[in-house]
């Protein structure tokens, strides 16, 4: 194969994946045709938000894996996340009006 022939097989190939992947994302990903979404207004089966255990672990996990790019507040304004070129989900706006 002549070198311009393998560059346009692997920009048509990479493309194509590209394409697939967008597809997968948008039928299957978070508020996707059949991804059904972030619903914040409904309870998790089997999960009890008054097990004060549980919250500790929550609070522990969020803090060591989330809060560096989406805040210790969640607003999305965290120190890693302003290097993204994608800005971080402002996760309060998921949370149910109480």
Not at 59 to 69: F, G, H, L
């Amino acid at each position: 194969m002549k070198p311009k022939s393998k560059q346009k097989a692997l920009t048509i190939a990479v493309f194509i994946v590209a394409a697939g992947l967008f597809g997968l994302f948008a039928l299957f990903g978070p508020g996707g045709w059949l991804g059904g979404g972030l619903d914040s207004g409904k309870a998790v089966a089997g999960i009890d938000p008054g097990d004060e255990a549980l919250v500790a672990l929550g609070k522990t996990v969020y803090a060591d894996n989330c809060a560096s790019c989406h805040g210790a507040g969640g607003f999305g304004d965290g120190l890693a996340g302003k290097r993204l070129a994608i800005p971080p989900t402002n996760l309060r706006a998921f949370i149910a009006e109480r």
